[in-house]
């Protein structure tokens, strides 16, 4: 995608946004989003909008490991492997003493089948026993060690109780289960970031409703329900990766705290705390970033409530982002084409108008006191232009007008120029012009703050 953008006022720089989450601190806050673009020195043209590098997983491959990691590894492969073909892996329940010699042998029968299954133990859909050489095995496995700092003991535990409590709990089945349709607005994946990690959506202000959150977390069972619920929103997320080296083998989550009720609401803090437990213990790694969106005041009065149950290397990954930053801070991790237009972004359900096919967004930095305008050609007769802009944090004016090539001809006025509020969402217009011209976006930023403006367009032409 091409447009000329004429500056008016003084000549535009580009600048990169780069994300920057730091370390939590000893009295354990979490890090919090202080967007600061950059200064480049690049001439002021629109460009591509490109990935950043602000976060990616740590390599699987073993190339890439350090001296201790490699070993790590190879001694927690060593340890698993005896205990599968050692029948350990799992506690052993005590048999039944029958008294015939048929039913013994029965019973010899049923203990080789019983070793035969767990020979070919499996978690994620990658078989374990690392005899049988996997490829996603190694990934597998340094989940378990990064969570545990690299002690094999530890690790060794930590996956026994995860394959117990899955065995137990029949979590392999849990994505075959039907929850109904009730909590489909309570969390959901939807797109990719930048570096293709599947997106979850956990939307908290769903349980405003007093009617869901009685049906979700009134009785004890309906609680234990709403975490097999989340178990398998999980489980769907991981069917999305990639688990071999090299792969995308975690997930973005982004979790959106507007309306949501606060932690008075006993059941919901006791659902919460249940569901972070099973989530860090039983799905290590699992997670890219845990992005905190629209948070409240109370936000931080449960996050102290729930740090000393958070590991450190959990914590670090915690981005917290206020009302006003939501779209700024989403749009460091995801595409401004695969965020949702609740927040800010230019995804919309069913869009008719654009698809992935449709070209890459192109940005362009506004300088405080300046005005800027992005042309659109509209050369043949007939054809239909869309577009969608937005400007993060908005405070600008902006009009769209269509130009005839002939100066005979009169400006249409497209969008009557107005003054759009730091809560503005994303623009989406189109225009079918009657001769040639170009449609013309001016934005004027008359604030003292830099301006990210994101945009692009696409011509349907006539089929006439």
């Given at each position: 995608m091409t447009a000329e953008v004429m500056a008016q006022e003084e000549t535009q720089t580009a600048e990169v946004v780069a994300a920057s989450v730091a370390e939590p601190q000893k009295e354990e806050k979490v890090a919090e989003e202080n967007v600061e673009p950059k200064?480049?020195?690049?001439?002021?043209?629109?460009?591509?909008v490109e990935k950043s590098s602000s976060y990616k997983e740590e390599s699987n491959f073993l190339s890439d490991l350090k001296e201790f990691e490699r070993k790590a590894l190879s001694e927690l492969k060593s340890k698993l492997e005896e205990a599968i073909l050692g029948n350990t892996l799992f506690e052993k329940e005590e048999p039944k003493k029958e008294a015939s010699a048929g039913n013994e042998e029965k019973n010899e029968a049923e203990e080789e089948k019983r070793v035969e299954v767990e020979n070919d133990v499996c978690l994620w859909g990658v078989p374990l026993l690392p005899s049988k050489g996997a490829e996603g095995v190694d990934v597998v496995l340094l989940k378990f060690l990064r969570a545990r700092e690299f002690k094999v003991n530890d690790a060794f535990e930590m996956l026994k109780k995860t394959l117990k409590w899955r065995k137990e709990s029949k979590i392999d089945s849990?994505?075959?289960?039907?929850?109904?349709?009730?909590?489909?607005?309570?969390?959901?994946?939807?797109?990719?970031?930048?570096?293709?990690?599947?997106?979850?959506?956990?939307?908290?202000?769903?349980?405003?409703?007093e009617e869901l959150y009685q049906k979700t977390f009134g009785t004890e069972e309906k609680r234990s329900e709403f975490l097999r619920w989340r178990c398998q929103l999980m489980e769907k997320g991981i069917q999305k990766l990639n688990l071999k080296p090299g792969g995308v083998s975690s997930l973005l989550q982004i979790n959106d705290l507007k309306n949501a009720p606060g932690p008075s609401k006993k059941e919901l803090r006791v659902a919460t705390k249940q569901t972070v437990a099973i989530l860090q213990d039983?799905?290590?790694?699992?997670?890219?970033?845990?992005?905190?969106?629209?948070?409240?005041?109370?936000?931080?009065?449960?996050?102290a409530l729930l740090s000393p149950f958070l590991t450190q290397r959990t914590k670090s990954k915690f981005v917290v982002a206020r009302p006003t930053k939501v779209t700024e801070t989403l749009t460091k991790y995801i595409p401004i084409e695969e965020i949702p237009v609740q927040y800010g972004g230019f995804k919309r359900e069913n869009d008719s108008e654009f698809s992935s096919q449709d070209g890459a967004v192109s940005e362009l930095i506004l300088k405080a006191g300046s005005t800027a305008t992005i042309e659109i050609p509209a050369l043949e007769v007939g054809n239909t232009l869309c577009w969608d802009l937005t400007v993060l944090g908005w405070e600008v004016s902006y009009k769209e007008e269509f130009v005839p090539i002939d100066e005979g001809s009169y400006t249409v006025i497209v969008q009557k120029g107005k003054k759009m509020g730091s809560q503005e969402g994303p623009v989406r217009n189109t225009f079918r012009n009657n001769e040639p011209g170009k449609v013309v976006l001016t934005i004027e930023n008359t604030s003292n703050k830099k301006k990210r403006v994101l945009y692009r367009y696409k011509t349907n032409k006539n089929s006439f």
């Open positions: 200064e480049s020195v690049d001439e002021a043209k629109p460009k591509m849990v994505v075959d289960e039907d929850f109904g349709s009730d909590l489909a607005s309570a969390a959901y994946m939807n797109g990719v970031d930048h570096e293709g990690h599947p997106v979850c959506y956990n939307i908290f202000g769903a349980f405003e409703s039983n799905y290590p790694e699992m997670v890219a970033k845990n992005i905190f969106i629209n948070v409240p005041f109370w936000y931080y009065a449960l996050n």
